[in-house]
Nanobody, 123 residues
Framework: QVQLVESGGGLVQAGDSLRLSCAAS????????MAWFRQAPGKEREFVAA???????TYADSVKGRFAISRDNAKSTVYLQMNNLNPEDTAAYYC?????????????????WGRGTQVTVSS
């Protein structure tokens, strides 16, 4: 059974940084894409960043230059380093994975999801 467990969320002030982690179990890291999405209250879940098995990263325009996605295949973990946070980044952040070599930005393309971790940025 595949499980994705996010951690690292919290309440921070504008300009601060956070590092999210997503630990995967029951999943063999082979030709997959791991991604982060986020969902603010009253809004649809949106793509944030994704990374292929070989480390190629893709970002949403809204986070380019501020967020960095990385993965440690030996630890079955993907990370999201978030810098210079602003109140618009407030959301629940979800980790997802799909067996693919192509990065998808649509939620429907991902096979497994974590339960999310809350990030709140105060002004």
């Amino acid at each position: 059974q595949v499980q994705l467990v996010e951690s690292g969320g919290g309440l921070v002030q504008a300009g601060d940084s956070l590092r999210l982690s997503c630990a995967a179990s029951g999943w063999t890291f082979t030709n997959d894409v791991m991604a982060w999405f986020r969902q603010a209250p009253g809004k649809e879940r949106e793509f944030v960043a994704a990374i292929t098995l070989t480390g190629s990263a893709t970002y949403a325009d809204s986070v380019k230059g501020r967020f960095a996605i990385s993965r440690d295949n030996a630890k079955s973990t993907v990370y999201l380093q978030m810098n210079n946070l602003n109140p618009e980044d407030t959301a629940a952040y979800y980790c997802a994975v799909v067996r693919s070599r192509t990065v998808y930005t649509r939620t429907a393309m991902y096979d497994y999801w974590g339960r999310g971790t809350q990030v709140t940025v105060s002004s």
